[in-house]
């Protein structure tokens, strides 16, 4: 058995050791966004733009030639240059401006195609995190931190598509190039030219990945500052009260500033490792630069070369300096990527724990009976929250569940909405096991109304039709007058348009509560959950909100959870839990003479709102 983190349960800093695919697997799952099967159109492109890039490249590698022939017209009295002279140098400098011109201007045209596929790619695999993020288990949700996460899938996404840019675009075409200019310098000089370009190329090659592998731990460190000191401040910003109530201005700037040290110091070795690599790169790529022109120098001077050869020599190893010092940076680039997109490959990895069953059919209602049977469920298999629990939930009728903090109320409201999976026993449907349902229609026939309701950063219109897919004004508007909202509605300066602010934050708790119902009601769910839905109300408020609740659960199978026992003196029957096991049930009359647990709770509660009352 696994162990799942309770609701309680704080988040853990765990974005930093987030599962990450390896170099090789995230390779394999970017490659299809390269060469989708089926999508002729996307396959047509990423062709094209592979005949744009050789002939760039063609371009590229013969455009020296021009401007040695241009030299060598200028200087006459080098042997074999009476055909240039006849060519002309002005000719031959202006067949080099457009050789380089062609160099650019394919380039630019393969970008231009292959635009479509970069953005197709990062939109397709955008949206498969997205998706897949909603449907990982609440257990993995309370146990990851938001801004951390968000960063993982941000980095990630902009990894896509550069890497499928210079996969394409920068390793390949760069051995292309360096070859051909190779096979040029062997055929126009001697072996030896090549035997040192090529020994330049190897040294740059292996220090260069040595010197990145050890700068990738660094960034990756550097990530996880970033994450945590990100995360510290969205922490901060969304408990903006509380950091007020607590005068922790500076406690939390301190905070923050303790992370952002973190991630300076990273920063820094970053900084300083790059400085190191670049210079290490230059001192390589001068150096056989220096020895390839001192041996043209020499043949220049015994007569074997010209000028012109002199300036070939010169401008091919520019042109291999400019791609390797782009090797460096790709490769670097590259690197970084693989890390970022595998940190997101490996949340894409998540198995949710709670996963629909090979063959799972849709629930077919027939009243909305609830059945708990002999359930057993722990989050942690140290400490069971369910305890051969068995109830039964007749459709239409409304059942309460009382008891202590952790006795495991709330835990069945969340195996009912399937959220987990119990250990065993079974909970049932109109008879059906809900583990051998469609997700969709077991959430679909369950409305939730929690103790504090979220709303979006959107209209009160928005959050009400939530409720309902396509659902008309007419529909929104009824819901609102149901839940006994509409007339606080109509009354703001905007109406229905007006912003609700982020969570709600710009409505009170009764506002937000009815909002709340109102989008409930839209859902018209057959069965209903009332998890704490007016603890944390006034006791006016509250009392308003019970008469909307009550009008909401007529005709429904309601399952109330309950702090407040007032709550709840009308229901069908209440459940008392105790440490993971039903105690009493009973109506509240029966309970109340029983003498038990519920009584003793009801007059606890009963001193309390005595004392209240006179202490005001």
Same mark, same amino acid.
């Given at each position: 058995?696994?162990?799942?983190?309770?609701?309680?349960?704080?988040?853990?800093?765990?974005?930093?050791?987030?599962?990450?695919?390896?170099?090789?697997?995230?390779? #394999? #799952?970017?490659?299809?966004?390269?060469?989708?099967?089926?999508?002729?159109?996307?396959?047509?492109?990423?062709?094209?733009?592979?005949?744009?890039?050789?002939?760039?490249?063609?371009?590229? $590698?013969?455009?020296?030639?021009?401007?040695?022939?241009?030299?060598?017209?200028?200087?006459?009295? /080098?042997?074999?240059?009476?055909?240039?002279?006849?060519?002309?140098?002005?000719?031959?400098?202006?067949?080099?401006?457009?050789?380089?011109?062609? =160099?650019?201007?394919?380039?630019?045209?393969?970008? !231009?195609?292959?635009? $479509?596929?970069?953005?197709?790619?990062? #939109?397709?695999?955008?949206?498969?995190?997205?998706?897949?993020?909603?449907?990982?288990?609440?257990?993995?949700?309370?146990?990851?931190?938001?801004?951390?996460?968000?960063?993982?899938?941000?980095?990630?996404?902009?990894?896509?598509?550069?890497?499928?840019?210079?996969?394409?675009?920068?390793?390949?075409?760069?051995?292309?190039?360096?070859?051909?200019?190779?096979?040029?310098?062997?055929?126009?000089?001697? $072996?030896?030219?090549?035997?040192?370009?090529?020994?330049?190329?190897?040294?740059?090659?292996?220090?260069?990945?040595?010197?990145?592998?050890?700068?990738?731990?660094?960034?990756?460190?550097?990530?996880?500052?970033?994450? /945590?000191?990100?995360?510290?401040?969205?922490?901060?910003?969304?408990?903006?009260? =509380?950091?007020? &109530?607590?005068?922790?201005?500076?406690?939390?700037?301190?905070?923050?500033?303790?992370a952002m040290e973190g991630y300076e110091s990273a920063a820094l070795k970053t900084a300083y490792s790059l400085a190191a690599l670049n210079f290490g790169q230059s001192a390589l790529i001068t150096s056989g630069l220096v020895i390839v022109m001192a041996l043209a120098a020499v043949g220049v001077q015994n007569g074997d070369l010209t000028v012109g050869d002199f300036v070939l020599v010169n401008a091919y190893m520019v042109q291999i300096t400019m791609p390797l010092n782009f090797l460096g940076t790709v490769y670097r680039e590259i690197r970084q990527a693989l890390v970022d997109?595998?940190?997101?490959?490996?949340?894409?990895?998540?198995?949710?724990?709670?996963?629909?069953?090979?063959?799972?059919?849709?629930?077919?209602?027939?009243?909305?009976?609830?059945?708990?049977?002999?359930?057993?469920?722990? &989050?942690?298999?140290?400490?069971?929250?369910?305890?051969?629990?068995?109830?039964?939930?007749?459709?239409?009728?409304?059942?309460?569940?009382?008891?202590?903090?952790?006795?495991?109320?709330?835990?069945?409201?969340?195996?009912?909405?399937?959220?987990?999976?119990?250990?065993?026993?079974?909970?049932?449907?109109?008879?059906?096991?809900?583990?051998?349902?469609?997700?969709?229609?077991?959430?679909?026939?369950?409305?939730?109304?929690?103790?504090?309701?979220?709303?979006?950063?959107?209209?009160?219109?928005?959050?009400?039709?939530?409720?309902?897919?396509?659902?008309?004004?007419?529909?929104?508007?009824?819901?609102?007058?149901?839940?006994?909202?509409?007339?606080?509605?109509?009354?703001?300066?905007?109406?229905? /348009?007006?912003?609700?602010?982020?969570?709600?934050?710009?409505?009170?708790?009764?506002?937000?509560?009815?909002?709340?119902?109102?989008?409930?009601?839209?859902?018209?769910?057959?069965?209903?959950?009332?998890?704490?839905?007016?603890?944390?109300?006034? =006791?006016?408020?509250?009392?308003?909100?019970?008469?909307?609740?009550?009008?909401?659960?007529?005709?429904?199978?309601?399952?109330?959870?309950?702090?407040?026992?007032?709550?709840?003196?009308?229901?069908? #029957?209440?459940?008392?839990?105790? /440490?993971?096991?039903?105690?009493?049930?009973?109506?509240?009359?029966?309970?109340?003479?029983?003498?038990?647990?519920?009584?003793?709770?009801?007059?606890?509660?009963?001193?309390?709102?005595?004392?209240?009352? !006179?202490?005001?």
């Open positions: 058995m696994r162990n799942r983190p309770s609701a309680s349960a704080l988040p853990g800093d765990n974005d930093a050791g987030e599962p990450s695919a390896s170099g090789w697997a995230t390779l #394999r #799952r970017v490659a299809p966004y390269l060469w989708p099967e089926g999508e002729s159109g996307v396959k047509i492109r990423v062709v094209v733009s592979m005949l744009f890039l050789l002939m760039s490249k063609m371009v590229a $590698v013969g455009t020296p030639l021009l401007y040695k022939g241009a030299v060598d017209a200028l200087t006459p009295s /080098d042997p074999g240059a009476g055909w240039l002279i006849g060519v002309g140098a002005v000719g031959l400098t202006v067949a080099y401006g457009m050789a380089r011109l062609m =160099t650019n201007g394919f380039q630019q045209l393969r970008d !231009a195609v292959f635009a $479509v596929v970069g953005q197709r790619a990062l #939109r397709k695999l955008a949206l498969e995190t997205f998706v897949h993020m909603h449907r990982l288990s609440l257990s993995y949700h309370l146990t990851r931190k938001t801004g951390g996460l968000s960063r993982i899938i941000e980095r990630g996404i902009k990894g896509v598509d550069f890497l499928l840019r210079f996969m394409l675009f920068s390793i390949g075409p760069l051995i292309l190039e360096l070859v051909l200019i190779a096979g040029v310098i062997l055929v126009m000089f001697d $072996v030896w030219y090549v035997a040192v370009i090529a020994g330049t190329i190897a040294l740059y090659v292996w220090f260069t990945f040595t010197v990145t592998e050890w700068r990738v731990k660094i960034r990756r460190e550097m990530n996880e500052q970033d994450n /945590d000191a990100n995360q510290k401040a969205i922490d901060s910003l969304l408990n903006f009260e =509380t950091v007020k &109530y607590f005068s922790a201005d500076d406690r939390e700037a301190m905070r923050y500033d303790r997109m595998g940190q997101m490959f490996g949340l894409l990895g998540q198995v949710p724990d709670v996963v629909e069953r090979a063959g799972a059919k849709p629930l077919e209602l027939a009243g909305g009976t609830v059945r708990l049977e002999d359930v057993t469920f722990s &989050y942690n298999v140290a400490r069971p929250i369910l305890k051969n629990v068995s109830l039964e939930v007749s459709a239409g009728q409304k059942v309460a569940l009382v008891g202590p903090s952790g006795s495991g109320k709330s835990t069945i409201g969340r195996l009912l909405f399937r959220f987990y999976d119990v250990d065993s026993g079974a909970l049932t449907i109109d008879g059906q096991d809900v583990r051998d349902l469609t997700l969709k229609s077991l959430q679909s026939a369950i409305g939730v109304v929690p103790q504090d309701t979220v709303l979006f950063n959107d209209t009160v219109y928005y959050n009400i039709a939530y409720g309902k897919d396509n659902a008309t004004r007419e529909e929104v508007e009824a819901a609102a007058r149901a839940a006994r909202i509409h007339d606080f509605i109509v009354g703001l300066p905007e109406g229905y /348009d007006t912003q609700v602010g982020e969570r709600g934050l710009k409505l009170s708790g009764g506002e937000k509560q009815r909002v709340g119902i109102a989008r409930t009601l839209l859902k018209n769910p057959a069965i209903l959950l009332l998890d704490e839905a007016t603890s944390a109300l006034d =006791t006016q408020t509250e009392q308003d909100i019970q008469d909307s609740l009550a009008a909401m659960g007529q005709g429904r199978t309601v399952i109330t959870i309950a702090h407040r026992l007032s709550t709840v003196v009308d229901a069908d #029957r209440i459940v008392v839990l105790e /440490d993971g096991e039903i105690v009493e049930e009973g109506r509240h009359e029966l309970l109340l003479a029983q003498g038990g647990r519920y009584a003793r709770m009801w007059q606890r509660q009963a001193h309390e709102q005595d004392d209240a009352t !006179a202490a005001q």
